[in-house]
């Protein structure tokens, strides 16, 4: 059985009148990259928060295992400080440090020890703060968005990197983000958020396989047994992507074709899909 890194029943986080995440259960696996996914506003940092224990949950219920350090955009960096004083400092604040790993992660991307926080560029700060996120030994790292102002060549590195100290520990990595195009070849797992409600989650080669789109003459319905995630119609053409359990390499009658679907084709589907269609 697959490890579970962040298990929630029913959680709940209310702001006054509104619901910004409700009747929300989901397990998430270990030692995975999980992209967290959803429109502005529909609960992701509110639910990094909850399970970094600086946000009560309003109800339900939420379990991690071990060390969880949360990373949103704005840096915890003290801009007088060196890069240097920066990984003293994390050292001091955690009860478990690895310098090793802190030192291996600026050496990766270039940043010099020596300079004040204030005198990098936006981008540098962020490997700063990585660096002193991944010191920590996290069991859990959640990464609010941090890397929203890293170039994209950068960004690339980054999640190419974070791939590569999943691999070779047993952390599990949350990042979340609403940048679709950018989420090829990210996670291991997707995990979907609409207005505080789990729309999807699973693991992303078996969601992939899972999801067909059709295209054929102008229907009401798609030709396979299954769930309608999106329909879109012209004058002459339907277009349907469907949750089936025959996969997009199973044959449709013609002039039906049936076309495999992208990480970022499936999470469009989703999120275009009105309120309800296409909940699991
Ligand atoms: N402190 C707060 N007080 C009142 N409402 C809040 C507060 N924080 C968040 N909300 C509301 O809760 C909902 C979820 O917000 P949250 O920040 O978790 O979403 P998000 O998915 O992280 O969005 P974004 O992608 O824009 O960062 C939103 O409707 C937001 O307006």
């Not at 298990?7 to 009148?17: A, D, I, P, S």
């Not at 959640?142 to 974070?162: H, K």
Request: a negative charge; glycine letters at 10%; aromatic letters at 4%.
């Amino acid at each position: 059985m697959t490890e579970v890194a962040l298990e929630t029943k029913n959680l709940g986080k209310r702001y006054k009148k509104l619901w910004a995440l409700k009747d929300f259960t989901v397990a998430l696996p270990a030692n995975k990259v999980i992209a967290l996914v959803g429109a502005n506003g529909a609960g992701k940092s509110t639910l990094m928060s909850i399970a970094a224990g600086i946000l009560p949950a309003t109800e339900g219920e939420l379990h991690v295992e071990g060390r969880v350090v949360l990373l949103s955009q704005d840096k915890p960096l003290y801009r007088s400080f060196s890069v240097a004083d920066m990984l003293d400092f994390g050292r001091h604040m955690n009860a478990v440090w690895d310098q090793q790993r802190a030192l291996s992660w600026l050496g990766r991307f270039g940043i010099p020890l020596d300079r004040p926080c204030g005198k990098l560029s936006g981008g540098q700060q962020t490997q700063v703060a990585m660096a002193v996120a991944l010191g920590a030994r996290p069991s859990l790292l959640l990464l609010d968005e941090p890397l929203a102002n890293l170039d994209p060549v950068a960004r690339r590195e980054v999640t190419g990197e974070l791939l590569g100290e999943v691999a070779d520990s047993d952390m599990t990595v949350v990042l979340s983000t609403h940048v679709v195009a950018e989420l090829a070849g990210v996670g291991d797992h997707l995990l979907l958020l609409r207005e505080g409600h789990r729309t999807l989650d699973g693991d992303v080669e078996e969601l992939l396989s899972q999801h067909v789109r059709l295209v054929g003459p102008r229907a009401d319905r798609p030709p396979v047994e299954g769930r309608t995630v999106l329909s879109q119609h012209t004058e002459r053409q339907s277009t349907f992507v469907v949750r089936t359990l025959l996969g997009p390499e199973s044959p449709v009658a013609p002039p039906w074709q049936a076309q495999a679907v992208t990480l970022e084709d499936l999470v469009l589907a989703y999120l275009k899909a009105g309120r309800g269609e296409g909940e699991l």
